[in-house]
């Protein structure tokens, strides 16, 4: 999390999904790395990194700090299908349940998607500047993206 200025930034988004939540009235950003869509953990000792507990405590994080939910966006980028796994499991889908979770919880946290740079088959590096709320995807192969 960072305020008025700062480059925050995930790396080796898969199937993973990185969230970019920003108040533009008072320049607040977070930066939410998600690697499955429900926390099942035992425990929840790591809630950070599910869609359902990571997005709602970064929520609360920011509130804390005087954002405003009605004011809250987000960007969302990542998601791929990284490994092709025959047969009827959904292990090679994490990607798409990944997709499917995080907008579902954003939806039901009252959070609007701006942009979005989701699915396909490579890995992308997700680059937020709290200062302006811009974000910049980098992926293998691809030019950069700003959404």
Known sequence: MAQSSG???????????GIC???ATIKLGALVHIMLPLNMET???NPMKYADTGIR???????AKGARRVR????????AKMFDVGGNTSLGNIGQRNIESVRL???NERVRILKEDLGGSVAR???F???????CVRSYGKPELII
């Open 43 to 45: 425990g929840r000792k």
């Open 72 to 79: 809250i966006t987000a960007k969302i980028a990542g998601g």
């Open 7 to 17: 480059m925050l930034v995930t790396y080796a988004l898969g199937s993973c999904i």
């Open 125 to 127: 590096t997700l680059l």
């Open 129 to 135: 500047d709290v200062s302006n709320g811009m974000a």
């Open 105 to 107: 919880i954003l939806k």
């Open 21 to 23: 939540l920003y108040d």
């Open 57 to 63: 405590e970064t929520l609360r994080q920011m509130e």
